[in-house]
């Protein structure tokens, strides 16, 4: 692995347009399971598919409602691990080496914000409401702390936009759901025209995310693959089979050294 770590390193040296794109492994380390783990504790006989979905939240609020305060909870005392700091360091390097490194998420909790990374959202916000029409937001979460308005245990009927006949909804991309134009376009374009394209922690088998290595491809760049499991990514030219609080440490300490 350290060969392989070298050789990356050596590539990402010398690029200077880097596109990353991070997926729930990159918080595993953090405590926060991955999609495709089992479910933990009360949520095993559902699963996402069942709950993170438009048609389930207008059918049963509450209850989408009750898996989102559930997440929160597991979420709420979370930290960055070092493969976030790793990452927000060399973010941070980059603004005096020249590198142009753009960082985008499919995750929902703000990992890479509290390690100090700018970072896009594909996927949205664990910790934001919205208004499922006019996207006025509504009671940004403040982390952890609970009070029953915040907990949004609303009761079965949905809870109406005072501004449009919207109503009240956690600002996520459900299943079935179109990706937030600008975040999407950020991702693209960042994906288009950068030299060395990096897979962090998913297992690229959500569109159109899954997309962005394939489109960064067909433009010439190297993809680099960090991620302990095999995936569909088959166009990986250095593969780091590896936790990525290990080797993101190592990764950025050899490319800051260079
Ligand atoms: P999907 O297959 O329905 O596609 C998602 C959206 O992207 C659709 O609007 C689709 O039209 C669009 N799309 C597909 N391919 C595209 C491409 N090549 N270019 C541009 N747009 C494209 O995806 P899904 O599995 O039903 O999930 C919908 C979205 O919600 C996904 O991005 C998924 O990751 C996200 N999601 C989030 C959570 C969560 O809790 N954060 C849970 C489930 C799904
Ligand atoms: N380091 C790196 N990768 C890891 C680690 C780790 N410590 N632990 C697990 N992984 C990898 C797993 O091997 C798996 O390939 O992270 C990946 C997690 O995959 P998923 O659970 O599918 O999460 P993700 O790829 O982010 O899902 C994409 O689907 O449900 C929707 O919108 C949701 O954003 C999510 C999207």
Not at 94 to 121: C, R
Not at 139 to 163: F, V, W
Not at 199 to 224: F, R
Request: net charge negative; with cysteine; hydrophobic share 40%.
């Amino acid at each position: 692995l350290i060969a392989e770590v070298e050789r990356a390193a050596k590539l990402l040296g010398t690029k200077r347009r880097i596109c990353i794109l991070t997926g729930a492994g990159i918080s595993a380390e953090s405590g926060i399971p991955t999609f495709r783990d089992k479910q933990t504790g009360l949520w095993e006989n559902y699963g996402a598919e069942d709950l993170a979905t438009p048609e389930a939240f207008v059918r049963d609020p509450n209850l989408v409602w009750s898996w989102y305060q559930w997440r929160r909870q597991v979420v709420a005392d979370k930290k960055p691990n070092p493969a976030h700091d790793a990452l927000a360091q060399w973010q941070y390097h980059s603004h005096s080496s020249g590198q142009h490194i753009t960082l985008i998420t499919q995750n929902v909790d703000d990992l890479h914000e509290q390690a100090g990374s700018t970072i896009t959202h594909l996927h949205g916000h664990l910790w934001r409401n919205r208004c499922s029409q006019c996207k006025t937001p509504y009671q940004k979460q403040s982390r952890g702390s609970y009070s029953s308005a915040d907990t949004m245990d609303y009761n079965e009927e949905l809870i109406s936009c005072p501004h449009c006949d919207g109503y009240i909804r956690p600002d996520i991309v459900w299943f079935g759901e179109a990706l937030p134009v600008q975040a999407w376009e950020t991702a693209e374009e960042a994906a288009a025209n950068c030299e060395v394209f990096i897979s962090i922690g998913t297992s690229s088998l959500v569109y159109p995310a899954a997309g962005l290595a394939q489109l960064a491809k067909d433009n010439a760049a190297k993809i680099i693959e960090i991620n302990p499991n095999p995936t569909p990514n088959t166009i990986v030219d250095i593969n780091l089979a590896e936790k990525a609080g290990m080797v993101m440490p190592l990764l950025i300490q050899k490319i800051t050294a260079l």
